[in-house]
């Protein structure tokens, strides 16, 4: 089935580390987006790229970073920089920039 | 950002009732569209609206794209269990800009 895969699902790391999350689509879409989602707030945009070798920054860019080296793959770093990581990550993927995003089912980082 | 505002923040209502919430903003936006989330999961898209004034439906589901293009409602008939989860508003503008949710319960 096609969709959007997201690991881990849970994950929990000290403080000043970096963290990675995986995100693979089989839509071949061509955008893909990572979200943070905290209690209460609606989804803050964090990175997205359009095409493979590019991506721009969000609105909360800061500590954290990417790479689109294949279509199908959009891993986001989560870096000791970022000042409060602890935040439900979500992925999602589009064919063209009509704002139908397909999401995956998150990621949850706890930072302790 | 853009901030759109989503109302009301939580909603508890009786299954078999009528659901409506609205998503107003400053901003013009060129598209509107509606997610659900269940708890845990990623959101799921319901609805999208293309045009000012168009009026849509997915069975029970109804939203309308504001005249204004800062606006947009949607409606749920006949509510059921399952229509529990939280409702985000998304507007399009460049970028896509999502509401804060409003968190609905059903009690059966």
């Known amino acids: 089935d096609g969709g959007i895969t997201q690991s881990p699902k849970y994950l929990f790391r000290k403080e000043g580390q970096n963290v990675t999350l995986s995100c693979e689509q089989n839509?071949?879409?061509?955008?893909m987006y990572w979200y943070r989602q905290d209690p209460g707030q609606g989804l803050r945009l964090i990175y997205y790229?359009?095409?493979?070798?590019?991506?721009q920054k969000g609105d909360i860019a800061e500590g954290y970073s990417v790479s689109r080296e294949k279509k199908e793959s959009f891993p986001l770093t989560v870096t000791s920089a970022q000042k409060n990581p602890t935040a439900f990550y979500l992925c999602?993927?589009?064919?063209?920039?009509?704002?139908?995003?397909?999401f995956g089912e998150g990621s949850r980082l706890t930072v302790l | 950002g853009q901030q759109l505002n989503q109302s009301p923040q939580s909603m508890f209502i009786q299954e078999g009732e009528d659901v409506s919430m609205n998503c107003t903003s400053s901003?013009?936006?060129?598209?509107w569209l509606w997610y659900k989330q269940d708890p845990g999961e990623g959101p799921v898209l319901l609805i999208a609206?293309?045009?000012?004034?168009e009026l849509t439906s997915n069975g029970r589901l109804t939203a309308q794209f504001g005249i204004t293009r800062k606006d947009s409602f949607l409606n749920i008939s006949a509510s059921i269990p399952s229509d529990v989860g939280i409702y985000f508003c998304?507007?399009?503008?460049?970028?896509?800009?999502f509401g804060t949710g409003t968190r609905l319960t059903v009690i059966p």
């Open positions: 609206l293309y045009k000012a004034g």
């Open positions: 790229s359009q095409i493979v070798n590019d991506f």
């Open positions: 998304a507007g399009l503008i460049d970028n896509l800009f």
């Open positions: 839509l071949n879409h061509d955008a």
């Open positions: 999602a993927s589009s064919q063209g920039r009509t704002g139908e995003l397909f």
């Open positions: 901003s013009i936006f060129n598209t």
